[in-house]
């Protein structure tokens, strides 16, 4: 058999799917509808329905996190750029084999030697550089395992091609876009499911390769499922964070009815027997109203006006209001909702069944709004759509998208299963305090599960609550060992703060080498005086803004406590200042930040670090040796504030340098090697820190406040 073989390089690649938000969801290698995109728009034509065999291989130097700016179409939005933190595959090389009927593989040949335009992989930035275009004579071939051969690049593997091919890893299964469905507008992909397998996977059994020996994975088109299957099973696919989400929902759900969840899950989906799906609406209310008694009592009790209290805006709108504003389930001004206002709660368990009857009325509601279309699901890319995503479906992320449509891609069609289930992400997420968060795991949907459970499980005092997230964070630490680096990477944690009835921050956190390792070394010696602020210190970790800065509003609100008197806590920032104004005094245990920062910044100058704190503190005693140089103490750390805020280096030393003189002492030779450009934040804050610390002894110390900077 001959194929085309074709070798290109791109500087930078960028792989995403429509809910790759905040970089989510990226593909360590272009999906086979980029590269297929890449060969047309090489032919300057559209497709016409046919197709070919594709394999798609390739490697990186290096993967890059780094915020891509959108423009916004802003509507009276105060933001008009978006950034969007995105995985950047760092000079990619890619290595693709076509096979198809001699005629189009000529025209395909021709048209990659000498393209019409200039070609572009998505998301990348530089253009494509074809290297190579060449016919290679491919042999089947039989390896035993002892024979194996080992991947030179990262490669797809279709599910279907691993009947017949041995692996010595378990590979990464995606779902990836195919060739077109249809030609004609709104495009639609098909889908096939493939495996990532990671260069140096060892490989057997039934390969092509081509005549310099590399392997050949020829993707082709699936034959559909058949209607059988189809009639008896409901199939979900976890593919995204947000289906994800909705699938561990459901999950919770069933387990509540004690049901045997195992069973319906395999990798990333979720296959429910028909009987079981009709029932889900009901199972969904019964979960919903598990422990509503109490709920439902307390907030009669407080109800001034009785004739205005509603149970079901009590327990099914509190639960997925936020989430869904305005559908059938949560538009109080539904009729099935209306009609149970002013109920008596006298006997409860009626009050229940009125509740879960209205819940299903609004499922009946939402089965009966349909909209005539021929698209197929974007989210199980099987059934036939009945709607298009929009903000009552998902309103956090969905709400955004209407407002910056252009952004993102074109209306997204949903079957009325997959719509239905996307009510469940709610259940998914763990809620506290006005915020939700879920972790992902992408390639494993009971994993996914069992970790939000771990975040889920309930009545937990407010200081666990702490515990448990890092527990969860441990946990992904130790599926280092089991699973590819690539997935580590890629596992997320997914954090959505509701700011206003339908807005929504969205923010996603993964944990790289580096934070991981900063976590490993440090996590334990996080001040527990600070403890009220810790989520704004993980807020600063997931957009990556620097610990300096926390570490600067913290000893702001300590020092300049006055001014900050009358500040209310309604930013992440005030309430970090706040935090720095009810220290009561300075410790040793805020050096925590900056070694955390400096493990994140790859500089561990750990003894700078100490020493500089052990000179602040110094000098701070022999300034409080008199009365004159005590009064003078105070101004000199304002300035030195002010220096940092400034980021003048120069300002700071000349500061020092008159601070020694005062107390007629030289300044320390180690500043002068210490304050280049890397060190000077670490030292300066340490330093500050000194300055303003307070001697405690040991035991009273660690009864105050927990945490001391002397961890290794
Ligand atoms: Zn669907």
């Not at 000498?114 to 089947?140: A, D, M, N, T």
């Amino acid at each position: 058999m001959e194929c085309l073989r074709v070798k290109l390089y791109t500087p930078t690649g960028i792989f995403k799917n429509p809910l790759s938000i905040k970089g989510i969801e990226v593909y360590p290698l272009p999906p086979y509808s980029t590269v297929i995109g890449l060969i047309y728009r090489a032919m300057g034509r559209k497709w016409n329905g046919e197709y070919f065999g594709i394999s798609v291989q390739g490697d990186y130097q290096a993967i890059y996190r780094d915020y891509v700016w959108f423009r916004g179409d802003s509507l009276g939005d105060k933001e008009d750029k978006l950034p969007l933190q995105v995985p950047i595959l760092y000079s990619l090389e890619l290595l693709v084999h076509v096979k198809a009927e001699n005629g189009l593989l000529e025209y395909i040949e021709r048209a990659l030697k000498e393209p019409k335009e200039l070609l572009f992989l998505s998301g990348g930035e530089y253009p494509v550089k074809v290297q190579e275009v060449k016919r290679v004579k491919c042999l089947e071939k039989f390896l035993s395992e002892e024979n194996c051969i080992k991947l030179n690049y990262n490669a797809y593997i279709q599910r279907e091609l691993l009947e017949n091919i041995g692996t010595s890893d378990k590979g990464i299964l995606f779902s990836i876009s195919y060739f077109y469905k249809n030609s004609q507008k709104p495009k639609t992909y098909s889908w096939v499911d493939a495996y990532y397998f990671q260069k140096g996977t060892e490989i057997y059994g039934s390969l092509i390769l081509d005549e310099d020996n590399n392997p050949v994975f020829l993707a082709e088109p699936v034959v559909e499922e058949s209607k059988r299957a189809e009639e008896e099973y409901v199939r979900f696919y976890a593919g995204n964070w947000l289906m994800a989400s909705a699938c561990v929902g459901a999950l919770k759900v069933l387990e509540n009815a004690q049901e045997d969840i195992k069973k319906y899950v395999e990798e990333r989906s979720l296959t429910l027997p028909k009987e079981l799906w009709q029932r889900l609406p009901e199972l969904y209310a019964e979960y919903l109203l598990k422990d509503a008694e109490h709920t439902l009592r307390a907030s009669y009790e407080k109800e001034k006006d009785k004739s205005k209290f509603n149970p079901y805006n009590v327990i099914i709108l509190r639960s997925l209001g936020d989430f869904y504003e305005n559908s059938p389930f949560t538009n109080p001004a539904l009729r099935y909702i209306t009609k149970l206002k002013g109920v008596s709660i006298e006997d409860i368990n009626q009050v229940k069944n009125q509740v879960k009857s209205s819940f299903i009325e609004g499922y009946e509601y939402f089965l009966s709004k349909a909209v005539e279309t021929s698209q197929t699901c974007f989210f199980c890319h099987e059934r036939q759509a009945k709607n298009f995503v929009d903000a009552t479906n998902f309103t956090p992320l969905f709400a955004s998208i209407e407002k910056r449509r252009n952004l993102f891609w074109d209306l997204m069609p949903i079957c009325k299963e997959c719509e239905f289930l996307l009510y469940f992400a709610s259940a998914g997420f763990y809620r506290s305090a006005g915020k939700y968060l879920f972790v992902y795991i992408p390639d494993d949907l009971l994993e996914t599960y069992r970790m939000n459970m771990v975040l889920s499980t309930k009545e937990e005092i407010e200081q666990e609550k702490l515990g448990k997230v890092w527990s969860v964070v441990k946990y992904v630490l130790d599926l280092e060992k089991q699973k590819s680096s690539w997935v580590l990477q890629n596992i997320y944690f997914v954090e959505i703060e509701m700011v206003g009835d339908a807005t929504a921050n969205i923010y996603s956190f993964h944990i790289s080498p580096n934070l991981a390792k900063a976590i490993r070394k440090f996590i334990d010696h996080y001040p527990k005086n600070l403890e009220d602020i810790f989520s704004e210190f993980l807020f600063y970790i997931y957009i990556g803004r620097s610990l300096y800065e926390f570490l600067f509003l913290l000893l702001s609100g300590f020092i300049r406590k006055e001014s900050y008197k009358n500040l209310k806590d309604t930013t992440i920032d005030a309430r970090i200042i706040r935090a720095g104004r009810n220290m009561r005094y300075i410790s040793p245990n805020l050096l925590f930040f900056i070694n955390f920062q400096e493990v994140l910044n790859m500089n561990e100058q750990k003894n700078y670090i100490n020493w500089a704190f052990g000179a602040g503190r110094a000098l701070k005693k022999l300034y409080n040796e008199n009365e004159r140089t005590q009064k003078k103490l105070e101004p000199l750390t304002y300035r030195l504030l002010e220096a940092l805020r400034r980021k003048d280096k120069e300002y700071f030393i000349h500061n020092l340098i008159r601070a020694y003189l005062e107390v007629e002492k030289e300044i320390p030779y180690l500043f002068k090697e210490a304050l280049d450009e890397k060190n000077f934040s670490p030292i300066a804050y340490a330093f500050l820190i000194g300055l303003n610390s307070e001697e405690k002894n040991k035991t009273e110390e660690a009864n105050d406040e927990g945490g001391t900077s002397e961890s290794t």
